[in-house]
């Protein structure tokens, strides 16, 4: 799996340590990424997207799944405790 930003293409960037003698050693920059569930084209994907694009909104996390509220009525006339007596 590559560590890339699914939106933005954001890769790890390279560099230097460097010490106080000002001895130079390479080293990578990683992109700090997460696995999250995103909406994609109407349906639900798990996308590896870096914080920066979680923070400005360019990912859309789909809605909580809900029990649907069913109507009072149809409670009342069921099996309701306070209907029964």
Do not use: Y
């Not at 293409?9 to 000002?22: A, D, R």
């Not at 590896?48 to 799944?65: E, L, N, Q, W, Y």
Request: proline share 6%.
């Amino acid at each position: 799996m590559s560590r890339k930003c699914d939106l933005c293409g954001k890769t790890p960037s390279t560099g230097f340590n460097v010490s106080h003698s000002h001895r130079k050693t390479k080293r990578r920059w990683l992109p700090n990424l997460q696995t999250v569930r995103a909406m994609v084209n109407g349906g639900v994907r798990r996308l590896r997207v870096c914080t920066a694009c979680i923070r400005s909104g360019k990912m859309v996390k789909p809605s909580v799944k809900t029990k649907q509220q069913e109507n009072p009525e149809d409670i009342k006339e069921n099996n309701s405790p306070l209907a029964q007596s």
